[in-house]
């Protein structure tokens, strides 16, 4: 069965727990949290993924960074960061 999950983000790299063969939709902000959304195949066996969360303005290692998610808004707006899946982790 497929569903859509979502999962909480930090700054910085986060290893995330899914079905193999999910597919990250986007990140948004809910409640406060920086949140990515992915379509499952809820059967599937875990494993681990790698989402970056990285603020306006901060360094980043753009190697390691796949395609992009979105950003999050946080404190009102005061707060930018930018999602990205990890490239080839």
């Not at 901060?58 to 960074?65: A, C, I, M, T």
Request: positive net charge; hydrophobic residues 45%; glycine residues 14%.
């Amino acid at each position: 069965m497929e569903a859509i999950w979502k999962y909480k983000l930090e700054p910085g790299r986060n290893v995330l727990m899914m079905p193999r063969g999910a597919k990250m939709l986007y990140a948004r902000e809910q409640a406060g949290d920086a949140c990515v959304w992915a379509m499952v195949l809820t059967a599937a066996v875990q494993v681990e993924r790698v989402v970056y969360v990285v603020g306006t303005g901060h360094p980043v290692d753009g190697g390691s960074l796949g395609r992009s998610l979105g950003c999050v808004h946080l404190a009102g707006g005061a707060l930018v960061f930018h999602v990205f899946e990890a490239r080839g982790e």
